[in-house]
């Protein structure tokens, strides 16, 4: 490994015992045989990494745990809300005739959409690409544009395809 | 590992206010100190420490056991401080880049400096760690004070473990070119 690689590892895996221990004896190899790498290690612990181990630990404020219980009792736990399972048991556990009705109702005017759009997808696809098209040449038509002819030619390709 | 059983979680998530003081007294201990380091100001780690809290105790029916409670709390943690100093940046219109310091170093150190103030009761590591950027910050944070793998560090902030790897040695070439130079205090040689 050359100097800059073993110095990104001293700045990180290294210095952090992140390294596999095939990576750590090649950088301890190195290490042996470089001084400028040895002086690069020595000013990164120093400057870098000692001073933040050394951190002083500070306790929480005595008052903390009151300014916590404080905020907690002036919003109140509301109930968890019911999850999906939940929610479908109770709907089947408390019949409600309209409602069952309305969902039969609305499930069957979806599946009507559905399949109308997949019988006559084709036909209304085509007519959204000539709608597409007349806009696209209303605007270049009457707007103050410049038209880029390529530009144009890829759309209309894509809108074709 | 936090010493919490699952059962005290669980009492904790339906109300029960005193099991979730047990889960406070074991955790707000490393809440305030990286509220504190992330931040530098004690009286914001005070506040950002209630706000986790709070969050923790309406949240906890949502906990779902995939990550560790203290995961879940560094993550918590870490969010409610960053986005903290990024609102007080943006208050002070803070615009200096450290990585632009780095770039063009015989100006654009002391810049950095200059806009880093200096309060009296200042300890050491705040001054050290004022000069890095937030995210930076979070992660050194975390892996020198906090002792944290980047494996942890990259699951409590839902990044990837190589962006860990490239904020650790970004922030660690900050404090050396910055301590060589003498700008903030630390070892000269």
Redesign the interface.
Known sequence: MKCRQIQDLILTDYTDNEAPEAVRRQVEEHLAACSACRQFQAAVRARAVEPLQEAERAQAPARLWSRVTSAIYAQPLEPAPAGVLERIKNLVAAPRPALALSTVAVLLVFGAVLGRLYFTGSVQRHQLAEAAVEEQIDYFAYGNVTIETDILDIGLEEIFS | MLDIARATIEQA?R?D?GAF?EI?RKT??F???VA??VTGN?EDA?EI??NV??TV??KL??FRFEASLKTWLYRITVNLALNHVKKVSRARNVTVSYDDALAHPETGLEAAAASVQEPADR???ER??EVLNPDQRAC??L???EGM??QEIAQALNININTV?SR??R???T??AL??KGIIE??T?
């Open positions: 998530a109300g206010i003081e406070y707000s201990g809440v305030y100190n504190w380091r004690r005070e420490a209630q809290f709070v105790y309406r029916a949502g300890d050491r590591v050290i760690l050194i944070v892996r020198s004070i793998s980047y790897r650790i040695k922030a660690r070439t404090l050396s301590q060589r630390g070892v040689s």
